[in-house]
């Protein structure tokens, strides 16, 4: 019931506002006491708490779609046997110094696994100065080989990393010693996690959870390819109604919508392709189709505004929670909601 209220404010502009103050407020005191943030392993940035309450879009550059990885689980429209095209980097990194830092200070480098891109590095010096840089990375391509070199130059940029066990492939002792060193040289961490899942053993399990790392599991999303069930079944997001997740990811249906990208709660998707669209939805990223705009074209004033869709049914789960939706039989109805009002 509390969290149905917090989701229903947020939706309001001016409550929204608001809470927003009341939730500074907050961590301001915690931070005039000492007191660590939970969520923030590495340590504690006031200012990037505030950043990321304030935020209205969520910014991520998708520098390289590959992955040095192919989980049976993944839920990213099997990227790995596409090839994408590439813009320069520059330009990429002009579009975002001139047309998101004025309205965003927040700024996720994902891909694919980032660290594959030669020129990883090269944006995270460019950014880090300007943006709130968050990482999402495996730990394990070639970017960390020379791990106390790593260590140095992590140290130097100043960025917070997100990171995740992945059972087929990776090494779990080195994983946990290559986490425990990010910790110990006090880079900033918000998540050391894996998908829980029947492929996590139970011994690995417990090697994660006694590791004092910090672990916590990620909800399972998804289709399983053996019995075709849609995961999850049950989720406490206020929003979640598994009919609608069916009827929006479970790939059974393929229907022209409009839908649009919602702004409460700082979700509203802002995504940049390795050739420099702009997309508001992951699965139109994943697939190159329905961009919102290109980097050399500035802003795109269309953000916020419904687009027609002929991939509805296909919708990634990433943007279940964070997608409107307009009637089938009504385009130009008011959105439904994700839940039954």
Avoid at 97 to 114: H, M, N, S, W, Y
Wanted: hydrophobic residues 30%; proline residues 4%.
């Amino acid at each position: 019931m509390f969290n149905k209220l917090k989701h229903k404010i947020r939706k309001n502009p001016r409550l929204r506002k608001a809470y927003q103050h009341q939730k500074i407020f907050r961590y301001r005191i915690k931070h005039k006491l000492g007191i660590g943030s939970k969520s923030s392993i590495g340590g504690f940035d006031l200012d990037r708490k505030i950043s990321e309450i304030k935020r209205r879009y969520y910014v991520a550059y998708f520098i390289d779609l590959r992955c040095n990885y192919r989980c049976s689980y993944c839920s990213q429209d099997d990227i790995n046997r596409r090839e994408y095209d590439k813009t320069s980097v520059d330009r990429v990194i002009h579009y975002l110094k001139t047309e998101v830092k004025p309205r965003e200070t927040d700024l996720t480098i994902i891909g694919g696994e980032p660290t594959l891109s030669a020129d990883f590095s090269y944006v995270v010096e460019s950014l880090c100065n300007d943006f709130f840089i968050t990482i999402t990375t495996n730990l394990s391509t070639r970017f960390f080989k020379d791990f106390e070199g790593f260590i140095k130059w992590a140290k130097k940029v100043k960025i917070r990393w997100n990171v995740s066990y992945h059972p087929e492939f990776m090494d779990i002792k080195i994983f946990i010693e290559r986490v425990k060193k990010i910790q110990e040289a006090r880079i900033d961490m918000d998540q050391v996690s894996a998908v829980k899942l029947d492929l996590l053993s139970l011994d690995d399990r417990k090697k994660l959870e006694n590791a004092d790392i910090g672990f916590t599991y990620q909800t399972r999303t998804g289709i399983d390819e053996e019995s075709g069930e849609l995961f999850p079944k049950k989720s406490d997001h206020p929003d979640f109604n598994y009919v609608r997740y069916q009827e929006m990811c479970g790939k059974q249906i393929k229907e022209t919508r409009k839908c649009r990208t919602v702004d409460y709660d700082g979700h509203a998707r802002h995504l940049i392709s390795s050739d420099g669209a702009i997309y508001n939805c992951h699965h139109l990223l994943y697939i190159q189709k329905n961009p919102i705009g290109h980097i050399d074209n500035g802003w795109p004033n269309n953000i916020l505004d419904p687009i027609v869709c002929s991939e509805y049914g296909h919708c990634n789960p990433t943007d279940f929670h964070d997608m409107e939706v307009f009637p089938k039989d009504n385009v130009f109805a008011k959105p439904l909601a994700l839940v039954n009002s």
